[in-house]
């Protein structure tokens, strides 16, 4: 488990980059990265990934506490920023991410499952 220090996102369609070279990503956005409204290091990051008969099949699961409630567009690109100073892309304009929200009278919250055939790259941004 990871900590979060924070997390943004752009919709999968407005992505005008995407060049993955080894274990990075450059990725970039037609209007930049949003923040998601995040309480700072709040959210926890997860990376598991198993062998099965047509491949290797990784589970990311992220859930953050938010600051307000937040209505998430769908089909999203999501970069995580840790809070040792590295992050992670996670979801692609192929198989974008979809988001999950909580909310009660006091607290509110985002929770992301994302399964895919290719680990999470980092950012080169």
């Not at 491949?55 to 307000?68: D, F, N, Q, V």
């Not at 992670?88 to 509110?108: E, W």
């Amino acid at each position: 488990m990871k900590l979060i220090e924070s997390i943004q996102y752009a919709p999968a369609d407005q992505i005008v980059r995407w060049i993955p070279t080894g274990d990075s990503i450059t990725v970039q956005p037609l209007n930049g990265w949003s923040d998601l409204p995040m309480h700072i290091a709040s959210g926890e990051y997860t990376h598991s990934s198993k062998q099965d008969k047509s491949g290797r099949l990784h589970t990311i699961t992220i859930s953050a506490r938010l600051k307000e409630e937040f209505d998430s567009p769908e089909l999203i690109i999501v970069k995580v920023n840790f809070c040792n100073g590295t992050n992670v892309i996670v979801g692609s304009p192929d198989i974008p991410v979809d988001i999950s929200n909580n909310n009660t009278l006091f607290l509110s919250t985002i929770s992301i499952s994302h399964n895919t055939s290719h680990a999470p790259l980092s950012s080169t941004e």
